[in-house]
Nanobody
Framework: QVQLVESGGGSVQAGGSLRLSCAAS????????MAWFRQAPAKEREGVAR????????YYADSMAGRLTISGDNAKNTVYLHINALEPEDTAMYYC?????????????????????WGQGIQVTVSS
């Protein structure tokens, strides 16, 4: 059973930055698609970034493109999400998710139903 634990959230002022971490345990080598989603109050969960551990191939959703960097540390089974230029609209619960890659090594699209394993989420609050 894969378990994902997020850390690094908190409160920050607009314009600041945060680095979120997601540590995977019980990790299966083939569940190497790691993604970050977020869910703001009264809104649907949206995917913001994904990475293939090993190859390092990344993809970013348009909603936060240019302000995100996703990376992975294979040795630590940990994925990071660095967010720059935070805005109050970025206030949300941020979730880490994992699944197998598709044929060809591409990670599934950033849709909630495409990912089988989830962390408990971590709150990010951005004040103006």
């Amino acid at each position: 059973q894969v378990q994902l634990v997020e850390s690094g959230g908190g409160s920050v002022q607009a314009g600041g930055s945060l680095r979120l971490s997601c540590a995977a345990s019980g990790y299966k080598y083939d569940f190497n698609c790691m993604a970050w989603f977020r869910q703001a109050p009264a809104k649907e969960r949206e995917g913001v970034a994904r990475v293939v551990l090993g190859s390092g191939t990344t993809y970013y959703a348009d909603s936060m493109a240019g302000r995100l960097t996703i990376s992975g540390d294979n040795a630590k089974n940990t994925v990071y999400l660095h967010i720059n230029a935070l805005e109050p609209e970025d206030t949300a619960m941020y979730y880490c998710a994992s699944n197998r890659p598709l044929i060809g090594g591409v990670c599934p699209a950033l849709v909630e139903s495409n990912y089988d394993y989830w962390g408990q989420g971590i709150q990010v609050t951005v004040s103006s």
